[in-house]
C-alpha cells in the first residue's frame, strides 16, 4: 500500500503538533510569497497558476475542496484565485479555528472551514470541480483518499497539489533534521511521496500535468549571500531547466491531475 496509514496515536500527535503551530501562528492566515526566500518561491507561484489556470477554464462557478486546509492559508488564496465556493477541512480543530476567525474578519461568503478527518470525511460523489491540497500527501493514506477524491471530483474535475519529493539525500537529511529538532512530526517527514506515489495518482486520471522544482535549491543559503537572493533565485530555477533530466531529485513538485477514473 502507498501512503501512510496511521495509527490512532500517530494521528494524535499530528493533531497535538498543529494544535502547538495554530497558538504559535494566529497573526495572520494569508499565504505570502515573502513566508519563502526567492529561491523556493517557484513551487508555489506553479500552484497558483495552475489553480487560476483550471479554475478559469471551467467556465462555470465552481465548487472546491482545500484538503488539509491547516489554519487555512492557502484555501484563502484559492478562493481569491477561484471566485467559486470554497470548503476547507482540517484534522485540527485549533487550526480550524484560526481559520474561522480569520474568516470572520474578513467577512468572506464564499469560503467555508470544517474539521474532519480526510480519510473519514464523507462528500456526494461529483460535487467538486476542484480539490486541491498543499502537503497534506505526507501522512495520508493514499489508496483510500485517492479514492474519495476521483469520486468527490465532477467528469471533468481536477486535483491539484503542491507537495515536497523525497528523493534528494540532502532535501531528506534536512527534513530529518527538522524532525530532531521537532521542527515538523514524525509522520510527516517519513511518509515524503515518492515517484510510486506519483504513479499510483497518475494512473487514476485521464490527463497529468507535473512540474518539478528546486532540485538545485540547496544552493540557496550558500549563493544567497554571494549574488543576493533574486539572482540566486532566477540561478536556480535556469538549472532546473537546463538539467531538467535531474527533476527525480526536485525539492517540490506541483501537478494538475484532471479527468478522474472511478473504479466501479
Known amino acids: 500500500m502507498i501512503g501512510m496509514q496511521l495509527s490512532d496515536s500517530e494521528k494524535n500527535d499530528e493533531k497535538v503538533w498543529y494544535q502547538k503551530q495554530s497558538l504559535k501562528n494566529t497573526s495572520s492566515c494569508r499565504f505570502s510569497m515573502e513566508t519563502f526566500p526567492k529561491y523556493l518561491q517557484k513551487p508555489y507561484r506553479v500552484y497558483e497558476t495552475m489553480i487560476c489556470r ?13 484538503l488539509c486546509c491547516g489554519m487555512g492559508e492557502f484555501t484563502f488564496l484559492i478562493a481569491e484565485l477561484t471566485h467559486g465556493t470554497v470548503f476547507g477541512v482540517d484534522y485540527s480543530p485549533e487550526s480550524i479555528q484560526v481559520a474561522v476567525k480569520e474568516l470572520e474578519k474578513r467577512q468572506l461568503t464564499n469560503l467555508r472551514f470544517e474539521v474532519g478527518d480526510v480519510e473519514q470525511c464523507q462528500f456526494e460523489d461529483g460535487f467538486f470541480d476542484m480539490i486541491c491540497m498543499s502537503g497534506g500527501l505526507s501522512y495520508l493514506n493514499l489508496d483510500v483518499v485517492l479514492e474519495k477524491i476521483c469520486r468527490w471530483l465532477k467528469p471533468d474535475g481536477a486535483f491539484i497539489i503542491v507537495d515536497t519529493y523525497g528523493h534528494n539525500p540532502l532535501f531528506n537529511l534536512k527534513r530529518q533534521l527538522n524532525y530532531w529538532f521537532r521542527y515538523t512530526t514524525k509522520q510527516t517527514a517519513a511518509g515524503i511521496p515518492k515517484k510510486p506515489t506519483l504513479d499510483k495518482i497518475r494512473s487514476r486520471f485521464q490527463s497529468f500535468e507535473i512540474e518539478y522544482c528546486g532540485t538545485f535549491a540547496f544552493m540557496g543559503p550558500f549563493l544567497r549571500y554571494l549574488i543576493g537572493e533574486t539572482y540566486t533565485a532566477k540561478l536556480v530555477d535556469k538549472l532546473d531547466e537546463i538539467f531538467s533530466s535531474f527533476k527525480k531529485y526536485a525539492f517540490k513538485f506541483v501537478f494538475c491531475a484532471q479527468g478522474p477514473k472511478v473504479q466501479k
Do not use: H, K
Request: proline share 8%; aromatic share 0%; hydrophobic share 30%.
Open 54 to 66: 483550471c479554475g478559469s477554464s471551467l467556465q462555470r462557478p465552481i465548487q472546491v475542496l482545500d
